[in-house]
């Protein structure tokens, strides 16, 4: 049986990926080659198309696959380190990119040879992110790109970024904005470390000037840099607080360890607190099983758009009480000196460090507030505020 | 924990929509506010109708034993119904407490058996002796002695559903040990105290050499009431988050429809932040209760640690929302004419039953291993 003619069931895929282990050897192979073998044979993401790292089989069939190459020892693509290509610059390229431009960029991002960053917060524009100030101006075939980006994760380590820009500021804001996928190594591009209240610098300020991009890299049509952007935003908010846990995974395993290693700090109001805690942690890693059990069966409820709301609460009131439990400990902290981490570990590092990084938490991703006005309104059906920006043009806007 | 159904199954969303139509057609909010100072606290025809005519007081009864044969499950749905309608019916009495403590009696004992086809059918009503606020994991009740001839005397205080009762499920000790006993109502002096619960009332209970009928000795009576209260309070979080529900659509509603300032205040932010967060709370309260009534039914081993954390926490969401309710509502919500307090009652009385949150707190650290 050749490998075209194998089902797209489980069965079928395991067939898959023997044939890969078979050919690539995962004890000897090179683990870039084999990451490109697996790629090619459409088993990097199964829900993909054929030719572009998938078989087009349905998507939950990528644990079947998942769970073989582990079995067997075999490198992955290491998925943290490449999480902003693979959750939100990928899904967006396949949605809104030119065959060549799939063809050319998803093999290095799935594999991780080119990293991606995300160019889409400003100064200026933090929640109110298509208020947006950066300016593209068609150049010949080209785009000339100037302005300041922010927050971005690993674009000191990015090879390609995915771009928001205003391309026209005189229709209101949502309109006049265009999506592009950038060469970081393109002269312009200037990465700055932005050190964070941790001491460390985990995100970047990138600075555009006279950036040219090709009219060949932009994903969608000029002026519709909004709807493109929603896809990549959906699946961010898909990506935090969508894995499921075991019980004290997380900030609550990190309290839960320290109360159990200390017994000479422990009061009875502490304690009370803590539990209060654990059980909230508990009934928010339940309905994240819950969530999960809903699109298991297609019936995807309401209930994602609160568990990275939840997720923040609980992670900053536990991180909080750690520090009071530690009592003179609290007093002390591991290091402020400047350090550019490759991974963001939120429950790494020492107590002090899960308090300060866990106040980011609900700001980064969409801010508490902003979340709270989403379920608000497309939840609960609440009407909005009213709006003074829909209908004035975005250079018009006060600021 | 792996095998945990959260969701709802087919068969339970068409029992809660049967439930539901029955309490939306029978228990609207005026009648339970005259029903509350009346004579007449429960409404003994919607009862009859719940437990007989749909079933309700039998669903966790096995089929030979004259019930439905479903699961502590559809126990819980139905609480969550009654919750959202602060139902003046004695289900938690009845049909949870004292039909749990006889289910965990030998069922071939023909007193046993007797007495659970009787209250599953709804041609009796039960109710456990013991304090509604007595905690899940308290020592045998000691407020009932049993003389050698097998009377029963003492009085028990605030008793869920005790007004209600045709029969209670005694739990008592005498010579031969712990037991659990069965005494009709007419044997008892019941007297109803005023209840800060106005749709659950409570009764005082006192025994005189009242005769009564074993139903248990020691090898099954402490487990038998230990594993009820253990089922009332994982299961009235179900009941909680019901209420709750209530709460939370009734104040959306309201604020969508309430002008001020020129605006729905529902428009205001600061009113939507704090129903957003509230929705937030049922979200991990469905959860935790969900949890609790699958591990009952499944009688599995994580079921104390879900109990533990199904009160710790719905307790709280369902004051919260009540409290929010009233708040949110404005001066409508502090009258004795808009329904809002009924909930807020119910749910702080219930925040007491079987241990307020903080104690299960305690026992979930005993646990989970965070020591005191």
């Given at each position: 049986?050749?490998?075209?003619?194998?089902?797209?069931?489980?069965?079928?895929?395991?067939?898959?990926?023997?044939?890969?282990?078979?050919?690539?050897?995962?004890?000897?192979?090179?683990?870039?080659?084999?990451?490109?073998?697996?790629?090619?044979?459409?088993?990097?993401?199964?829900?993909?198309?054929?030719?572009?790292?998938?078989?087009?089989?349905?998507?939950?069939?990528?644990?079947?696959?998942?769970?073989?190459?582990?079995?067997?020892?075999?490198?992955?693509?290491?998925?943290?380190?490449?999480?902003?290509?693979?959750?939100?610059?990928?899904?967006?390229?396949?949605?809104?990119?030119?065959?060549?431009?799939?063809?050319?960029?998803?093999?290095?991002?799935?594999?991780?040879?080119?990293?991606?960053?995300?160019?889409?917060?400003?100064?200026?524009?933090?929640?109110?992110?298509?208020?947006?100030?950066?300016?593209?101006?068609?150049?010949?075939?080209?785009?000339?790109?100037?302005?300041?980006?922010?927050?971005?994760?690993?674009?000191?380590?990015?090879?390609?970024?995915?771009?928001?820009?205003?391309?026209?500021?005189?229709?209101?804001?949502?309109?006049?904005?265009?999506?592009?996928?950038?060469?970081?190594?393109?002269?312009?591009?200037?990465?700055?470390?932005?050190?964070?209240?941790?001491?460390?610098?985990?995100?970047?300020?990138?600075?555009?000037?006279?950036?040219?991009?090709?009219?060949?890299?932009?994903?969608?049509?000029?002026?519709?840099?909004?709807?493109?952007?929603?896809?990549?935003?959906?699946?961010?908010?898909?990506?935090?607080?969508?894995?499921?846990?075991?019980?004290?995974?997380?900030?609550?395993?990190?309290?839960?360890?320290?109360?159990?290693?200390?017994?000479?700090?422990?009061?009875?109001?502490?304690?009370?607190?803590?539990?209060?805690?654990?059980?909230?942690?508990?009934?928010?890693?339940?309905?994240?099983?819950?969530?999960?059990?809903?699109?298991?069966?297609?019936?995807?409820?309401?209930?994602?758009?609160?568990?990275?709301?939840?997720?923040?609460?609980?992670?900053?009131?536990?991180?909080?009480?750690e520090l009071e439990i530690l009592d003179e400990d609290a007093l002390r902290y591991d290091d402020w000196s400047m350090r550019r981490p490759e991974l963001v570990d939120f429950t790494g590092r020492e107590a002090g460090y899960r308090y300060l990084r866990s106040k980011?938490?609900?700001?980064?991703?969409?801010?508490?507030?902003?979340?709270?006005?989403?379920?608000?309104?497309?939840?609960?059906?609440?009407?909005?505020?009213?709006?003074t920006d829909k209908d004035v043009a975005w250079k018009d806007l006060p600021r | 924990m792996t095998n945990a159904d959260l969701l709802y199954s087919d068969v339970e969303t068409d029992l809660r929509a049967s439930v539901r139509d029955l309490l939306t057609d029978r228990?609207?909010?005026?009648?339970?506010?005259?029903?509350?100072?009346?004579?007449?606290?429960?409404?003994?025809?919607?009862?009859?109708?719940?437990?007989?005519?749909?079933?309700?007081?039998?669903?966790?009864?096995?089929?030979?034993?004259?019930?439905?044969?479903?699961?502590?499950?559809?126990?819980?749905?139905?609480?969550?119904?009654?919750?959202?309608?602060?139902?003046?019916?004695?289900?938690?009495?009845?049909?949870?407490?004292?039909?749990?403590?006889?289910?965990?009696?030998?069922?071939?004992?023909?007193?046993?058996?007797?007495?659970?086809?009787?209250?599953?059918?709804?041609?009796?009503?039960?109710?456990?002796?013991?304090?509604?606020?007595?905690?899940?994991?308290?020592?045998?009740?000691?407020?009932?002695?049993?003389?050698?001839?097998?009377?029963?005397?003492?009085?028990?205080?605030?008793?869920?559903?005790?007004?209600?009762?045709?029969?209670?499920?005694?739990?008592?000790?005498?010579?031969?040990?712990?037991?659990?006993?069965?005494?009709?109502?007419?044997?008892?002096?019941?007297?109803?105290?005023?209840?800060?619960?106005?749709?659950?009332?409570?009764?005082?209970?006192?025994?005189?050499?009242?005769?009564?009928?074993?139903?248990?000795?020691?090898?099954?009576?402490?487990?038998?009431?230990?594993?009820?209260?253990?089922?009332?309070?994982?299961?009235?979080?179900?009941?909680?988050?019901?209420?709750?529900?209530?709460?939370?659509?009734?104040?959306?509603?309201?604020?969508?429809?309430?002008?001020?300032?020129?605006?729905?205040?529902?428009?205001?932010?600061?009113?939507?932040?704090?129903?957003?967060?509230?929705?937030?709370?049922?979200?991990?309260?469905?959860?935790?209760?969900?949890?609790?009534?699958?591990?009952?039914?499944?009688?599995?081993?994580?079921?104390?640690?879900?109990?533990?954390?199904?009160?710790?926490?719905?307790?709280?969401?369902?004051?919260?929302?009540?409290?929010?309710?009233?708040?949110?509502?404005?001066?409508?919500?502090?009258?004795?004419?808009?329904?809002?307090?009924?909930?807020?009652?119910?749910?702080?009385?219930?925040?007491?039953?079987?241990?307020?949150?903080?104690?299960?707190?305690?026992?979930?650290?005993?646990?989970?291993?965070?020591?005191?």
């Amino acid at each position: 049986m050749t490998t075209s003619e194998k089902s797209l069931d489980a069965d079928g895929l395991r067939a898959r990926v023997a044939d890969v282990l078979a050919s690539h050897d995962p004890a000897t192979a090179d683990r870039l080659e084999f990451l490109r073998a697996r790629f090619d044979a459409g088993l990097a993401w199964v829900h993909f198309p054929v030719g572009l790292g998938g078989l087009d089989a349905p998507r939950e069939l990528q644990s079947v696959v998942d769970a073989e190459f582990a079995a067997a020892g075999a490198p992955d693509n290491n998925p943290r380190r490449i999480g902003i290509g693979l959750g939100m610059a990928a899904p967006t390229i396949l949605k809104f990119g030119s065959e060549e431009l799939k063809k050319r960029l998803l093999r290095p991002l799935w594999t991780g040879e080119e990293v991606w960053c995300q160019l889409f917060s400003e100064p200026g524009a933090g929640s109110d992110l298509a208020a947006l100030a950066t300016r593209a101006v068609p150049d010949g075939g080209d785009w000339i790109v100037n302005g300041q980006k922010v927050w971005t994760s690993s674009a000191h380590t990015a090879q390609w970024a995915i771009l928001v820009t205003r391309t026209d500021p005189d229709v209101p804001k949502h309109r006049g904005m265009t999506y592009f996928v950038l060469d970081m190594t393109q002269p312009g591009v200037e990465v700055r470390p932005l050190r964070q209240i941790t001491g460390e610098a985990e995100f970047n300020e990138v600075f555009l000037t006279d950036v040219r991009i090709p009219d060949a890299q932009r994903l969608g049509e000029v002026g519709a840099g909004w709807q493109v952007a929603q896809t990549t935003l959906m699946n961010e908010r898909v990506a935090i607080g969508g894995n499921a846990q075991p019980r004290e995974g997380g900030m609550v395993g990190k309290v839960a360890e320290t109360w159990r290693e200390r017994p000479e700090l422990r009061t009875p109001e502490l304690r009370d607190r803590l539990l209060a805690l654990w059980a909230e942690a508990e009934a928010f890693r339940l309905a994240g099983s819950r969530l999960r059990q809903q699109l298991a069966v297609g019936q995807p409820g309401p209930e994602g758009s609160g568990m990275k709301l939840a997720f923040a609460t609980v992670a900053q009131k536990l991180a909080s009480l750690e520090l009071e439990i530690l009592d003179e400990d609290a007093l002390r902290y591991d290091d402020w000196s400047m350090r550019r981490p490759e991974l963001v570990d939120f429950t790494g590092r020492e107590a002090g460090y899960r308090y300060l990084r866990s106040k980011g938490n609900s700001i980064e991703g969409g801010t508490s507030e902003v979340l709270r006005n989403i379920i608000a309104e497309r939840v609960l059906g609440l009407p909005s505020e009213p709006r003074t920006d829909k209908d004035v043009a975005w250079k018009d806007l006060p600021r | 924990m792996t095998n945990a159904d959260l969701l709802y199954s087919d068969v339970e969303t068409d029992l809660r929509a049967s439930v539901r139509d029955l309490l939306t057609d029978r228990c609207e909010p005026a009648s339970l506010l005259a029903r509350a100072e009346s004579d007449e606290p429960y409404d003994r025809a919607l009862w009859q109708t719940l437990a007989g005519e749909l079933g309700a007081a039998g669903l966790a009864v096995p089929e030979e034993l004259g019930g439905q044969g479903a699961s502590l499950r559809e126990v819980a749905l139905v609480l969550e119904e009654l919750g959202r309608s602060v139902a003046p019916v004695p289900f938690l009495g009845s049909a949870v407490l004292a039909t749990s403590a006889l289910l965990s009696c030998d069922t071939a004992s023909t007193e046993v058996s007797d007495l659970l086809r009787r209250l599953a059918s709804g041609e009796a009503t039960g109710a456990l002796a013991v304090p509604l606020s007595t905690m899940t994991d308290a020592a045998f009740p000691g407020d009932v002695t049993a003389a050698a001839d097998g009377t029963l005397s003492g009085t028990v205080r605030s008793v869920a559903d005790g007004t209600a009762a045709d029969v209670f499920v005694v739990p008592a000790t005498g010579p031969g040990g712990h037991g659990l006993y069965a005494v009709d109502a007419a044997a008892a002096d019941v007297s109803a105290p005023v209840s800060f619960d106005l749709t659950r009332p409570i009764a005082d209970v006192t025994f005189q050499g009242a005769a009564a009928t074993r139903l248990a000795g020691p090898d099954h009576a402490p487990a038998a009431v230990s594993g009820a209260l253990r089922t009332g309070a994982g299961l009235l979080a179900s009941e909680q988050l019901g209420l709750a529900q209530w709460c939370l659509d009734e104040t959306v509603e309201y604020l969508k429809g309430r002008y001020q300032f020129g605006r729905p205040v529902g428009s205001f932010q600061a009113l939507k932040h704090r129903l957003a967060d509230l929705w937030l709370e049922l979200v991990g309260a469905r959860a935790a209760a969900r949890y609790a009534a699958d591990t009952l039914a499944r009688r599995d081993a994580d079921a104390p640690v879900a109990v533990a954390v199904a009160q710790s926490y719905c307790a709280q969401t369902a004051v919260h929302a009540a409290e929010e309710c009233i708040q949110l509502h404005g001066g409508i919500g502090m009258t004795w004419e808009h329904p809002a307090h009924l909930y807020l009652k119910r749910a702080k009385a219930s925040q007491v039953a079987f241990g307020a949150p903080g104690r299960h707190r305690a026992v979930l650290g005993d646990l989970v291993d965070l020591p005191a």
